[in-house]
């Protein structure tokens, strides 16, 4: 698919929606006809004709329900209604009534439309969305596009800062709104409404990935396909509960995907098993989530009973406490063996979590013969095979039986693709370590062996006993080899667990602490869990740590281990201080909690020293992969000697054992790499030569060559990642300084080739490492002055240009033009004419047919032009601010010529006594423009009343606003 000025990504994705999808589009001006005012989100006579069409009743039981409907101020409000409907009196039964705004079940019976350039007036910004879904009368999704061939720097990361923009300022729009989509036609993500930019994803299809020209087409297909995006809409958007705020998440495309096979499968009924193998992180609890709601919820299924089940009661509190606060509804705790013997007997249906060693006991006369019963498994390996699994299937011989894992075991004896796999069949869903690293669902984990010399060696422990208890006299090695065995005894040895402790803490400091992140320590047991909380202590301030661990037998503990026993409550507290960046807490010591289903996306970095083997080391590294702004990797810092282990765990799946855990070795050579490759841009520059005139020269470089601004902008963010990841490891000594000049470089080339209006903007992209470097070795200010923007009104601007050669005297006149257009283009019509002869002379020099001096004489034509127009407002006595006033008001406005000019300048006059220089960063901008409204209305229906005459006030007062934000 290719896009020119005339094929814009915004047409071509109406006209698919349009011809492929089966969408009604309605142009901007038939569209506006729908609405009384500008700040209508809700289509009245469009939803009003819905919800007669879908339930069947006249007009004004629709009206009493649309009504309702606009009775709702909330994102998560919109969202039950548009699954579940308006429950209201019916007049004629007098009874409650459920009244449908959607037909999810006949598809047809639905109105889908497409409108562009939908024009809105926000609380704080008047917004025009480029493409915006309306379902019913309700808008459900906006489409922001930027277009590839507009430049390197616009890109569908823009589109997704605009959307983030408009939801802010604009925010009753979103109300209704149930996901977004940004592109730029090449590259196409999605995200929920409110969801952070960094969880804007690509939808993938299996064996399609690399697929880019089908991308655009793939993700609107799978998204916006009518039935589809019902079935999107009813199960698979939820909003769950995360500490005092709700968040709101849809599915990404494995989740749906698997979701969508399991109920198939139990529609079809003919095959009875299947395995779901997604790689930790990827969301398996919000996969069973979606799973069990639709199976519950699916009206051919009549009802059925869902089991789901896990194998530790810290999972269980996880897994129900997911499911309720993701609005699951008749969401069922298994409380002991006889509450679960009554639940299997039972004709009573929900969804029922429990252990799965409350099966353990069963009696052998607990059956339930019923085929509409489905358990699903979670972390299927463990426990899936012993005398619980026997009978939980003995009792439940014909239901259907789905497992969920990150870590399958394939051996012998356990076997997790022969348990929940059906015959020939390893697994109904995969989704692998590699997929989720690529879709940026997950980080790579990086490994690290440090200490080695205390490494515990299994197969030489008697050699290694004696090496490391050399200070201790024979009496002293008997007493502590009796007390915890040689191998635990080499652990706990006081002088290693000082080292390891003092090693943690410089680690820490030297490469975590300074990025913000936070860290865990796996102990050997709870002993050695209390004894690094004690070495800690002496090392950092004791509210740096907190111990998490099984409580033990508080008649048998010793007092060192009893006073870190902790209640659910108390651990429920740490966690929420461990998850908060805010929070002093930056060490969770554990033994064996929080080693799997633990989610702390501010957790980087995994202290190891416990021996931990197969799907349970797998588990706990997971632990750092959690995707959180400047992460980069996650680390895994092993003092216990994994490294076999770790390897024999990976080897379930060879393609990802590379993938899954990367030495930090190969980070290292892949810095480099990148580095070298960024250096030969620049070959023949002198890096040592600071001139603003080397400068110029090397951002000349870059001068018209796109490919090369956008080789340079992506090699440039994996080197400043990887450096956030390896600094300051003595290795970056010798590249240090090439990472510099280059970190100047790119500053310079940003302000000069990119779109971040602000300093702010500018650093916000740089992690904590970086930003210090930018601070203490990069004259930023330097730059960043000698790269001010170019004024057509700037006599020093003009001797610049004067002093260049050609074909860079054209490129600034070209980006002069350009920004003077983008600032004027939205408030006065003459500009739009300038910007579409600023295009044809670019288009006729790349076409060849004109040369490089006529390109520079009808820039310069163009220029003198625009200043005319400028120079315009000097002609009618109106300063700058009342022009802008006059050229929005000459469509509306009409009245003797003298009248209207002192209307203008009144106008003016009285806003910038209320607004001053810094109202638009003021707490109080909404203030700001709601007396700017009143000022308005009280001129224009009052003071100048029979003076001037308006058509439609409403909207002549949001172009107005507009004037005033841009202008003021």
Not at 150 to 164: I, M, R
Not at 688 to 697: A, K, V
Not at 700 to 719: D, P, T, V
Request: aromatic share 10%; glycine share 4%; with cysteine.
């Amino acid at each position: 698919m290719k896009f020119n000025e005339q094929h814009t990504v915004e047409n071509y994705i109406i006209k698919f929606l349009k011809e492929t999808l089966g969408f009604e589009y309605v142009s901007p001006q038939e569209f506006s006809k729908l609405r009384e005012f500008e700040n209508e989100y809700l289509i009245t006579s469009l939803l009003l004709e819905a919800v007669k069409r879908v339930n069947k009743i006249d007009d004004d039981e629709a009206l009493s329900v649309v009504r309702e409907v606009k009775k709702h101020d909330s994102n998560e409000d919109f969202l039950n209604v548009l699954k579940n409907g308006i429950n209201i009196k019916d007049q004629e039964t007098q009874k409650m009534r459920d009244y449908k705004l959607v037909d999810f079940e006949d598809v047809a019976n639905n109105q889908f439309i497409v409108t562009n350039q939908f024009y809105f007036e926000g609380n704080t910004e008047n917004i025009r969305p480029d493409i915006m879904v309306f379902l019913n009368g309700l808008p459900i999704v906006d489409i922001e596009a930027k277009s590839p061939t507009a430049a390197t720097n616009v890109s569908y990361a823009n589109a997704v800062g605009q959307l983030k923009r408009y939801e802010r300022n604009a925010f009753k729009l979103f109300w209704p709104n149930c996901f977004n989509i940004a592109t730029d036609g090449l590259k196409t993500v999605y995200g929920a409404t409110y969801a952070p930019a960094q969880y804007f994803l690509q939808w993938k299809d299996e064996g399609k990935e690399k697929d880019t020209d089908e991308e655009l087409e793939r993700t609107l297909t799978a998204l916006l396909s009518k039935e589809k995006l019902l079935d999107i809409i009813q199960n698979f958007i939820i909003f769950e509960k995360e500490k005092e705020q709700k968040v709101k998440k849809i599915a990404r495309y494995q989740q749906l995907r698997a979701t969508n096979k399991i109920v198939e499968r139990v529609l079809d009924g003919k095959k009875k098993r299947g395995l779901i193998w997604h790689t930790q992180g990827s969301g398996k609890s919000l996969t069973m989530f979606f799973t069990a709601w639709k199976l519950r919820y699916n009206k051919t299924l009549k009802n059925p009973k869902v089991f789901v089940l896990v194998d530790r009661i810290d999972l269980d509190d996880q897994i129900y406490e997911t499911f309720v606060n993701c609005g699951g509804k008749n969401v069922i705790r298994v409380e002991s063996r006889t509450d679960l013997e009554k639940k299997i007997q039972s004709p009573e249906r929900g969804i029922f979590v429990s252990t799965i060693q409350k099966f353990s006991e069963l009696g052998n006369a607990i059956q339930n013969l019923d085929e509409n019963v489905i358990v699903l498994s979670d972390e299927a390996h463990r426990d899936n095979e012993g005398v619980s699994a026997i009978n939980l299937r003995s009792a439940m011989k014909n239901a259907f039986f789905f497992g969920f894992t990150g870590t399958p075991i394939d051996r012998k004896t356990l076997n997790t693709h022969r348990n929940f796999g059906e015959d020939g069949e390893r697994y109904l869903d995969y989704y692998s370590i590699q997929q989720a690293i690529d879709d940026g669902a997950t980080l790579p984990v990086t490994y690290e062996a440090r200490l080695s010399k205390f490494f515990i060696d299994e197969e030489k422990l008697d050699e290694q006993f004696e090496t490391m208890t050399t200070d201790l006299s024979d009496k002293d090695k008997d007493a502590i080899a009796k007390k915890y065995g040689k191998k635990e005894a080499i652990v706990k040895l006081d002088r290693r667990m000082e080292a390891v402790a003092r090693d943690i803490v410089e680690h820490y400091r030297l490469y975590v602490e300074p990025s913000g992140f936070k860290a865990q320590i796996v102990c050997y047991d709870r002993e050695a869990t209390a004894k690094y909380k004690k070495l800690l202590d002496q090392l950092i301030p004791k509210d740096w740590s907190e111990v998490v661990y099984s409580p033990g037998d508080p008649n048998t503990d010793i007092e060192d281990l009893r006073k870190y026993n902790t209640t659910k409550a108390k651990r429920e507290k740490i966690i929420a201080e461990f998850k908060d960046p805010e929070n002093p807490l930056r060490f969770l010591l554990v033994c064996d909690m929080l080693l799997t289903g633990f989610d702390a996306p501010v957790e980087q970095v995994m202290y190891l020293d416990k021996p931990l083997w197969d799907h349970n080391l797998l588990q706990a590294i997971a632990r750092t992969n959690r995707v959180y702004p400047n992460k980069g990797a996650g680390k895994v810092i092993d003092y216990y000697g994994i490294t076999r282990s770790l390897y024999k765990a990976l080897d379930f799946d060879e393609s990802v054992v590379d993938s899954a855990m990367i030495n930090i070795d190969k980070l290292k050579e892949e810095f480099t790499a990148v580095l070298e490759d960024i250096m030969g841009l620049f070959v023949g520059i002198n890096i040592e030569d600071p001139s603003i005139d080397n400068l110029r020269r090397v951002l000349k470089i870059f001068a018209e060559n796109f490919e090369k601004q956008k080789y340079f902008r992506e090699k440039y963010a994996r080197l400043k990642l990887l450096f956030e990841v390896l600094s300051p490891d003595p290795f970056l000594k010798e590249y240090v300084r090439r990472f510099e000049w280059l970190t100047s470089v790119y500053l310079a080339f940003d302000k000069e080739y990119g779109t971040k209006s602000s300093d702010a903007e500018l650093l916000a992209e740089y992690g904590e490492k970086v930003k210090r470097l930018i601070q203490d070795q990069v004259d930023y200010e330097g730059i960043t002055k000698n790269f001010r923007e170019l004024n057509i009104n700037d006599l020093y601007t003009m001797e610049r240009l004067n002093k260049m050669d050609d074909e860079e005297k054209a490129l600034n006149l070209e980006k002069m033009l350009k920004q003077e257009i983008s600032i004027n283009v939205d408030t006065n019509p003459a500009y739009k004419k300038f910007s579409e002869r600023l295009a044809a002379i670019r288009k006729e020099f790349e076409q060849h047919q004109i040369d490089l001096a006529e390109r520079i004489k009808r820039y310069q034509e163009l220029l003198t032009d625009i200043k005319k127009k400028a120079d315009e407002a000097k002609e009618l006595g109106f300063s700058l601010k009342e022009y802008g006033l006059f050229v929005a008001s000459e469509e509306f406005l009409k009245g003797d010529a003298n009248a209207l000019r002192e209307f203008i300048q009144d106008m003016t006059k009285r806003l910038e006594d209320i607004l001053d220089g810094g109202w638009q960063e003021s707490s109080k901008r909404e203030e700001f423009l709601k007396e700017t409204k009143r000022i308005i209305q009280e001129l224009v229906l009052k003071e100048y009343r029979g003076r001037v005459t308006v058509d439609d006030f409403h909207k002549y007062l949001n172009r107005l606003v507009d004037i005033v934000v841009k202008k003021f």
